[in-house]
């Protein structure tokens, strides 16, 4: 009776524990950041670049015109590693998110007399399919860089000197890497450039083309709150996680949501 009785708890002292130390995850979840649909147009203040493709070419009364679609939602796949050390109340945790999808979109400086209008390229072309950015549709790409400190308040079952599952809470910092939007504000400060004094329409077109790809990304710094939950197999080294984060300042845009959700569930070596 006795030698069964043994051999399970030799078992399970080799074992790696049900209380998981360090874990090394991936993930897949939804982030709700989005984008408004609009169609705005600036006549008077033209951004540098077309002030002086006006006067060159002799547009008295040229309109940029910025018009796109809505985009409500990304996909978002995601690595996060953690750190429970022993006699520490709280835990580590450090992990890397990208989040993106697409929108149409269209900017347009329009002459009235038709001659010399131009059209921006603001789409992505690929010469595959991206999964979740449509083809000449123009992308939406937030990349985050967590680090937190988490709380675990409920571990279970509480009796056990094995706890598989737990909840937790925290918060941490983030650094953002996030694309602009096709709006009026970010159009106009992308355009304040000098070059414009040319006749050659397609090189202008180019040329505003290629500014727009160059400053489509920017940085920034924030924050996050998190909520999740952990079950660790007991004797196997694999852990499932699901997680809620609230992030705080993730826009680079005024056009795009600033405080979005993400939500993610994943699998993990945990030891």
């Known amino acids: 009776m006795k030698s069964p009785l043994l051999a399970t708890a030799a078992v399970l002292a080799a074992a790696p524990s049900s209380h998981a130390l360090f874990g090394l995850g991936f993930s897949y979840g939804r982030n709700t950041s989005s984008v408004s649909s609009s169609t705005e147009t600036v006549s008077a203040g033209l951004p540098t670049y077309l002030a002086d493709y006006a006067v060159a070419n002799g547009i008295t009364a040229g309109t940029l015109v910025i018009d796109r679609a809505a985009l409500d939602g990304l996909q978002q796949l995601g690595v996060k590693t953690w750190l429970d050390l022993p006699l520490i109340p709280v835990e580590f945790e450090a992990g890397a998110n990208v989040a993106w ?78 694309s602009k939007v096709v709006s009026k504000n970010d159009v106009v400060d992308m355009f304040n450039i000098s070059g414009g004094t040319t006749t050659d329409k397609a090189a202008a077109e180019a040329a505003l083309s290629s500014k727009l790809k160059d400053d489509f990304y920017e940085s920034s710094f924030g924050g996050h709150l998190l909520l999740g939950a952990q079950f660790k197999l007991p004797v196997v080294p694999l852990a499932f996680y699901a997680d809620g984060k609230w992030y705080f300042n993730a826009a680079t845009s005024d056009a795009a949501t600033d405080m979005p959700l993400a939500v993610s569930v994943g699998a993990a070596f945990a030891l």
């Open 101 to 178: 999808g697409s929108y149409k979109s269209k900017v347009l400086f329009d002459d009235p007399t038709g001659t010399h209008s131009l059209e921006v390229k603001t789409g992505l072309d690929t010469p595959v399919p991206v999964w979740g950015i449509g083809d000449g549709e123009t992308p939406y790409v937030s990349t985050s860089l967590d680090a937190s400190v988490r709380y675990p308040f409920l571990t279970l079952p509480p009796l056990s000197p094995l706890k598989p599952f737990k909840l937790y809470a925290g918060g941490g910092v983030s650094w953002f890497y996030a």
